[in-house]
């Protein structure tokens, strides 16, 4: 009987051994496929009652799924930073957060596996903000980089965001008819 226990317990072992390789395996593989970044640098520019307004974040949430070459973001627009107090009061008094989501795919297949001159295109672009989506066109390009001993990429993307799809004319009353967005990340290949 106690030879049958040990037995037992060898092959709980074995097995819970093997369901954390697994696990680990399963995990480590899923991590490579996921390029994560939520300290991204977006700048964004408008007119506000007729005057220049220049904010920027440093927290921009950046997903690059290196299978399907989608890249999701997500920016919570009350970490914004600019030199007008009139905004930075109208974003913190604000209670629930202003979470602007958008998603793309990057049209080449291969820009992270070799060596590439610029790719320029017109990125379709979806956003979601307070409960609507819209989609909008940003020209971006991927640019080919050597980082360190690693190849990888600079993805940079710049263009105009209506205010009227985006509701922001509520929570900054004054701003224009557009918001200009510029932004670039940095991307590592995967090995």
């Known amino acids: 009987m106690i030879n049958a226990l040990k037995n037992k317990s060898r092959i709980a072992d074995f097995i819970l051994t093997l369901l954390f390789a697994l696990f680990i395996n399963y995990y480590t593989v899923s991590a490579?496929?996921?390029?994560?970044?939520?300290?991204?640098h977006i700048q964004m520019m408008a007119m506000l009652r007729d005057k220049p307004l220049k904010a920027e974040s440093h927290k921009l949430a950046l997903y690059l799924d290196y299978g399907s070459k989608e890249l999701n973001?997500?920016?919570?627009?009350?970490?914004?930073?600019?030199d007008n107090p009139e905004i930075m009061t109208?974003?913190?008094?604000?209670?629930?957060?202003?979470?602007?989501?958008?998603?793309?795919?990057?049209?080449?297949?291969?820009?992270?596996?070799?060596?590439?001159?610029?790719?320029n295109f017109n990125w379709l672009v979806s956003i979601t903000y307070n409960n609507s989506t819209y989609n909008t066109s940003l020209k971006a390009t991927?640019?080919?980089?050597?980082?360190s001993s690693s190849m990888s990429c600079v993805i940079?993307?710049?263009?105009?965001?209506l205010v009227s799809d985006t509701g922001l004319d509520k929570v900054i009353p004054g701003l224009d008819k557009t918001i200009d967005?510029?932004?670039?990340?940095?991307v590592l290949k995967l090995d």
């Open 73 to 82: 973001g997500t920016l919570d627009l009350k970490t914004l930073s600019t």
């Open 181 to 186: 967005v510029q932004f670039a990340q940095t």
């Open 156 to 161: 940079s993307a710049h263009g105009q965001i």
């Open 32 to 40: 490579q496929n996921i390029y994560r970044n939520e300290n991204g």
């Open 90 to 119: 109208n974003l913190n008094e604000e209670e629930e957060p202003l979470i602007l989501r958008f998603s793309g795919s990057i049209p080449s297949t291969d820009f992270l596996s070799k060596e590439h001159d610029p790719i």
């Open 142 to 147: 991927v640019t080919h980089i050597y980082f």
